[in-house]
């Protein structure tokens, strides 16, 4: 009974973790797709990518995982620095807006647009109408990391890093990582992690 016990736990722990999780390798969805852009001019995933791919970031105006809070500093403040290392390598790096139940107010287009103004993004940072590519791509939270290679396969998905992790021994950077390893044609190891973050506000059908 222990035996049964302990393999159904691990059974559930394992769909939990799998269910809607993109298989690394798989291709970029909709990359082709003009967006509205509310920082520069509207743009494809296709004209974002780089020599060496795009690194697709979903984000948004005020999640606190995002903007940051008195307990969290926010990952978008390390958004323009990852687009200069980004772009160092030869990757693209974009900032994608999916929420589309607040787009009547936090999450407008507009908003998105004094958004971006205030916190001097040097990124584009496109709307996602309907949360069609954050469909796409099971897009869960913001931020959410989809790093997709030159041949537009998947190669790391998941958090930034693990600050979010009050636990941790020590920081891990993972995307830089990713980044680094695959410019040098190494594995990336890890090549997910948990997306931590707000839920993506999508429309209820």
Not at 52 to 70: A, D, E, L, Q, R
Not at 102 to 128: C, I, Q, T
Not at 132 to 155: C, G, M, S, W
Not at 165 to 181: M, Q, T, Y
């Amino acid at each position: 009974m222990k035996k049964l016990y302990t393999f159904s736990l691990f059974l559930f722990l394992f769909v939990s973790f799998s269910f809607g999780q993109v298989p690394i390798g798989s291709q970029l969805e909709m990359a082709g797709v003009v967006l509205p852009n509310a920082n520069g001019a509207d743009a494809s995933l296709n004209q974002e990518a780089r020599r060496n791919g795009v690194i697709v970031v979903f984000s948004c105006n005020t999640c606190p995982f995002v903007v940051g809070s008195k307990h969290f500093p926010g990952w978008e403040n390390q958004y323009n620095e990852l687009h200069k290392y980004a772009s160092a390598a030869q990757i693209g790096f974009v900032l994608v807006n999916s929420n589309e139940a607040k787009r009547d107010g936090d999450d407008s287009f507009e908003k998105m647009k004094v958004h971006a103004n205030n916190v001097a993004y040097n990124m584009s940072y496109l709307l996602d109408k309907d949360s069609r590519l954050a469909n796409a791509l099971q897009a869960k939270t913001t931020p959410h990391v989809f790093f997709y290679d030159q041949e537009q396969k998947l190669i790391y998905s998941g958090s930034i890093d693990n600050i979010w992790n009050g636990k941790r021994k020590k920081d891990v950077p993972f995307l830089k990582e990713a980044i680094d390893n695959h410019l040098k044609s190494k594995k990336i190891k890890p090549n997910s992690s948990p997306p931590k973050g707000c839920s993506i506000k999508r429309t209820k059908a």
